[in-house]
């Protein structure tokens, strides 16, 4: 049960788009089309942003779009804000009612 | 709405155990499981199990299998996470989140269990 690797950092300017990767096995984010994300503002607890790939949760903005090919998933945001600052993990179903989370990337909006 | 609950910040001594609750609020408790993650400072997010609410069955991360018991309580709704033979490197924050059989959708507020002599 290996963490999912992710780019510790990334960033962008404001109004550009983003992308995030999260790169598993064939066991878990191969395997499945139930890879979710989460953002993290600082000192604040996660908050679900995309489940099943590529799925918002009511609520979320439609910048935020994730897509998935082979091992690797990845996590677009659009149109970037001041407020999308914030760390975003992304994590896969690996069977048996288990679960894998990445390590987390740090999002900077330059 | 969803809401969960956590219990308060503890400070342990290497060695001992700490139970971390969390009281489920605005669904159906037995429809869903618990999960268990924890965060580090600086670090990444870690699963470490999960629950089920409707019969108590669990599933662990190798890394936890032999120092954790998740259990619910149904009448109250609330799960519980007890970790045992604490080391400093368990000074983490722990979160309780709502695991709908495939991912989890909703957070509690977080635990920050600090291990200190």
């Known amino acids: 049960q290996s963490a999912l690797t992710q780019p510790a950092s990334v960033s962008g300017s404001p109004g550009q788009s983003v992308t995030i990767s999260c790169t598993g096995t064939?066991?878990?984010?191969?395997?499945?089309?139930?890879v979710s994300w989460h953002q993290q503002h600082p000192g604040k607890a996660p908050k679900l942003i995309i489940y099943?790939?590529?799925k918002r949760p009511s609520g979320v903005s439609n910048r935020f779009s994730g897509s998935k090919s082979g091992n690797t998933a990845s996590l677009t945001i659009s149109g970037l804000q001041a407020e999308d600052e914030a760390d975003y993990s992304c994590?896969?179903?690996?069977?048996?009612?288990?679960?894998?989370f990445g390590g987390g990337t740090k999002l900077t909006v330059l | 709405q969803v809401q969960l609950v956590q219990s308060g910040a503890e400070v342990k001594k290497p060695g001992a155990s700490v139970k971390v609750s969390c009281q489920a609020s605005?669904?159906?408790?037995?429809?869903?499981?618990i999960s268990w993650v924890r965060q580090a400072p600086g670090q990444g997010l870690e699963w470490m199990g999960r629950?089920?609410?409707?019969?108590?069955?669990?599933n662990f991360a190798q890394k936890f299998q032999d120092r954790v018991t998740m259990t619910t309580d149904t009448s109250t709704t609330t799960a519980y996470m007890e970790l045992r033979n604490l080391r400093y490197d368990d000074t983490a924050m722990y979160y309780c989140?709502?695991?709908?059989?495939?991912?989890?959708?909703?957070w509690g507020h977080g635990t920050l269990i600090t291990v200190s002599s």
């Open positions: 994590c896969s179903y690996a069977g048996s009612s288990t679960l894998v």
């Open positions: 064939s066991g878990d984010v191969g395997s499945y089309n139930l």
């Open positions: 099943e790939v590529n």
């Open positions: 605005g669904y159906t408790f037995i429809n869903y499981g």
């Open positions: 629950i089920s609410g409707y019969n108590g069955d669990t």
């Open positions: 989140a709502r695991f709908g059989t495939t991912k989890v959708d909703y």
